[in-house]
């Protein structure tokens, strides 16, 4: 396909269309029941109808008066439409749901023998009731000579469809059809059409002008060549001016250190100081960091921050001060040091502890009785009664068995040494006193209940309550501790304690785990155990 160059400025004959606004259907020729052409325009009808016009373009083009034959490189043509009425029966051309009209338009440009140069179909199916207008230019595939051209044709067609009667199809107007032509181009440069003659020459040597690198064979190729190359890369060829510049940009981009008058030749410098070690220069992006984990490694209570901080601060303190933390290693053993340095009794871990919980017990028990050891302070030698066993048949049997007898038991040796100074100061001539009167016994029974309120209402330690209960015993009971051997050795068994040691630490081994007692089990045993207590405690009474 060949266009115009600029050099040829493109010309437009008038109108060929014969009575374009109708003014009747003069040039027109008309099929089918259509509307005539009020005021300008062709309106269709309710009967499908077609309007169209064939344009002789020697004739027409004859009637214009111009210098032919004429290049003709295309053709403008256009018209005026309006599919503005959706009637229907019943309705109005304004109702938006009605039908819609149709309208059709072609053209057509043929050459000699009726070859089709160009051809072009339009539908229109959409309702407007403004006015739109087709207005189109189009360049054929090559020039042609007006010689070549026979005709144009337009043609129209449309219906309608809301089957009115009267004329409200679509309508038509301002038609037009302007072929575009150029002077004899051949004259101005053959170039421009492949049938001017020299038209290879003219083509080679223009494209020669405009590029020398068309073509080889073009004049200057060679030059125009390297040219290139050198403004595409300066490296192409050492003959390229700015090669050497080139060349050095180049080094210093593949390695900034290649040259201490590359740019970046500091930058590159100190990343490489920087990539063995950042400590190498304060400016590097990881010297902050990487001091601080210097420091932190020689010393890792140079800051708080430090891995291992709060471990080498625990151990500096502990090193300071054994007790500064239960966390401390020698803790426990400095603790029970100094607790056992107070108090020797704070364990049994503690040196001495044997002796002071000795000496514990016999403080409590000569506290509690005096006369529980000859070392108690305030200790009474017991008074030894002597007395004379009677002859077996001549005393009383209850006598004998009920007579008091000294033991080395200081609880026993208490309890006969009350007795036997009882015994010795009753009065045997003692007169038989006067036998009280009922209000005196009266009296006398409120002053022992109220004493014996007085000293319930006092706690009692462990000896005195063991004391209370052996001032209790009934003759029977003290006639059996009168009969009981001696044995020196009671009183320490009485008070031996078995030495407390460390066994399980005192924590939870099962940890977030809750341990569910078997409650079917537990319930069996619970009534099995019931049931057998019950049975003892009834047996005691039987």
């Not at 009637?63 to 004429?70: G, I, K, R, S, T």
């Not at 290879?200 to 060679?222: D, H, I, M, R, W």
């Not at 089990?521 to 005691?540: C, F, P, T, Y």
Request: with cysteine.
């Amino acid at each position: 396909m060949q266009f115009s160059n600029s050099q040829v400025t493109d010309k437009e004959t008038q109108n060929l269309v014969t009575n374009p606004l109708f003014t009747g259907t003069n040039g027109w020729t008309v099929s089918g029941y259509t509307a005539g052409t009020p005021q300008g325009q062709f309106v269709f009808s309710y009967v499908a109808g077609i309007v169209t016009q064939s344009i002789n373009v020697a004739s027409a083009l004859n009637a214009q008066n111009l210098n032919l034959p004429l290049s003709v490189v295309g053709i403008r043509y256009g018209w005026s439409y309006s599919i503005w009425c959706n009637n229907s029966i019943g309705g109005s051309c304004e109702n938006p749901k009605g039908p819609v009209d149709k309208l059709t338009a072609g053209v057509t440009v043929y050459g000699n023998n009726d070859t089709e140069i160009y051809k072009k179909s339009y539908v229109y199916n959409t309702y407007d009731p403004e006015w739109r207008y087709e207005n189109t230019t189009v360049r054929f595939n090559r020039t042609y000579d007006s010689s070549e051209l026979s005709r144009i044709v337009f043609s129209f067609s449309g219906k309608d469809e809301g089957y009115w009667a009267g004329f409200y199809g679509p309508k038509i107007t301002a038609v037009h059809a302007r072929l575009i032509y150029q002077p004899n181009i051949c004259s101005v440069d053959p170039s421009l059409d492949i049938t001017c003659p020299g038209y290879t020459e003219a083509v080679f040597s223009k494209q020669c002008s405009s590029n020398p690198l068309s073509s080889p064979q073009c004049p200057g190729y060679n030059e125009a060549y390297t040219s290139q190359q050198c403004s595409a890369n300066p490296l192409y060829s050492a003959m390229c001016p700015g090669y050497q510049q080139a060349y050095f940009t180049q080094q210093c981009n593949i390695n900034p250190m290649y040259n201490l008058s590359c740019p970046g030749f500091e930058q590159a410098r100190l990343a490489q100081v920087c990539a063995i070690n950042p400590l190498n220069d304060n400016r590097c992006p990881g010297f902050q960091q990487a001091y601080f984990q210097k420091q932190c490694k020689d010393n890792p209570l140079s800051n708080p921050s430090c891995e291992g901080y709060k471990e080498a601060f625990l151990a500096l303190q502990c090193s300071a001060n054994a007790l500064y933390s239960p966390s401390c290693p020698l803790y426990e053993s400095t603790f029970l040091r100094q607790q056992c340095s107070s108090n020797p009794l704070y364990s049994t871990l503690c040196t001495g502890y044997a002796d002071a919980r000795k000496q514990q017990l016999e403080d409590n028990l000569c506290s509690a009785n005096p006369q529980s050891s000859a070392k108690c302070p305030g200790y009474t030698p017991p008074k030894i009664v002597q007395q004379q066993t009677p002859s077996i048949g001549t005393e009383d049997p209850v006598k004998l068995l009920t007579t008091p007898q000294i033991t080395n038991d200081p609880f026993v040796n208490q309890a006969l040494a009350k007795e036997l100074s009882s015994e010795a100061t009753k009065q045997p001539d003692q007169p038989i006193q006067q036998r009280p009167t009922r209000q005196t016994q009266v009296a006398a029974q409120k002053k022992k209940e109220e004493e014996q309120r007085q000293q319930a209402s006092r706690p009692q330690t462990g000896i005195q309550r063991q004391q209370s209960q052996r001032r209790e015993l009934t003759p029977q009971d003290q006639a059996m501790v009168a009969m009981a051997p001696d044995n020196p050795a009671f009183s320490s068994y009485e008070t031996s304690r078995l030495p407390d040691v460390p066994f399980y630490r005192p924590e939870d081994i099962y940890k977030r785990v809750t341990i569910q007692d078997n409650v079917r089990a537990l319930r069996q045993l619970n009534q099995r155990s019931d049931r057998i207590h019950k049975e003892m405690v009834d047996e005691q009474y039987r």
